[in-house]
Structure formats: structure tokens, C-alpha cells
């Protein structure tokens, strides 16, 4: 019998079920492309900036990418901190 171990390893990882494109439209929402490109130095994000574009940069560069997913995790803490004190 085979065990699926991803099921398992995959519950503690918030990034699970977020698609690239649900990061980058949420960060846009949040920050706006310029103050985006400013908080991560990436061109994608500075010249003539849309999702597609981005999207299709942050697919091939993992670097980027890594850095886009921990803004937007940053930003997902900050949102569950405020929540919990709001309550």
C-alpha cells in the first residue's frame, strides 16, 4: 500500500490552493503596481506592469517568484494580526 504523503506535508503550507495569479492580483490590490515594484526590485512590476505580464516573468524566474510569495504571505500575517486584535 501506497501512503500519499503530499496530502499530509501539504496542510501546513499557506500556500497551498493559492494560484500565482490570486498573489499578484492581491498584491496589486494591496500596494498598487508602483509602490509593488518598489517593494520588490523587479521590472515586471515597474514598466508597463499588468498581471499577464508578470505573471508570465515570475513563472520562468524562481527567485522572483520566492520573493513575491513571501510578500504576499507577509501581508496575509499582517491581515490575520489586525483581525485577531479587531476581535
Excluded at 508602483?34 to 505573471?55: A, M, Y
Aim: charged share 25%; net charge positive; hydrophobic share 35%.
Amino acid at each position: 500500500m501506497i501512503e500519499n504523503t503530499t496530502a499530509g506535508t501539504q496542510k501546513n503550507n499557506p500556500l497551498h490552493g493559492v494560484t500565482l495569479q490570486q498573489i499578484v492580483t492581491d498584491l496589486e490590490a494591496e500596494y498598487g503596481w508602483e509602490e509593488l515594484g518598489r517593494r520588490i526590485n523587479i521590472r515586471c512590476f515597474q514598466s508597463d506592469p499588468s498581471i499577464k505580464s508578470s505573471l508570465k516573468f515570475l513563472r520562468k524566474t524562481p527567485w522572483a517568484r520566492e520573493k513575491v510569495e513571501q510578500l504576499w504571505l507577509l501581508l496575509q500575517k499582517g491581515k490575520t494580526v489586525w483581525a485577531s486584535t479587531k476581535a
